[in-house]
């Protein structure tokens, strides 16, 4: 069965927003992280910001200030607010655990210059 489903990607243009979805098996949500990561082509995945149970929240450099991670534990769904998004934001996004599981599809973000 399915464990991760991302959702919410699109093609914006920069300064634009969006917001991603990911929804998670409880079994999977129940863990104590939750986090996003994005790869962009010919780039390493990268970790782009963690959530805890308790609500604690981590961000990249690079995302700092702009994107906002939360959770909403009844809906086993964790979310990522992506606010003036740049072109260097472009990338396949992907939501995940530590330790982590199989990776879903992921969602396409492609933000225009």
């Known amino acids: 069965q399915v464990q991760l489903v991302e959702s919410g990607g699109g093609l914006v243009q920069a300064g634009g927003s969006l917001r991603l979805s990911c929804a998670a098996s409880?079994?999977?949500?129940?863990?104590?992280?939750m986090g996003w990561y994005r790869q962009a082509p010919g780039k390493r995945r990268e970790l782009v910001a963690t959530?805890?149970?308790?609500?604690?929240?981590n961000y990249a450099d690079s995302v700092k200030g702009r994107f906002t991670i939360s959770r909403d534990n009844a809906k086993n769904t964790v979310y990522l607010q992506m606010n003036r998004l740049k072109p260097e934001d472009t990338a396949v996004y992907y939501c995940?655990?530590?330790?982590?599981?199989?990776w879903g599809k992921g969602t396409q973000v492609t933000v225009s210059s």
């Open positions: 995940n655990t530590n330790p982590g599981v199989t």
């Open positions: 409880r079994s999977i949500f129940s863990r104590n992280y």
């Open positions: 959530v805890t149970s308790t609500g604690n929240t």
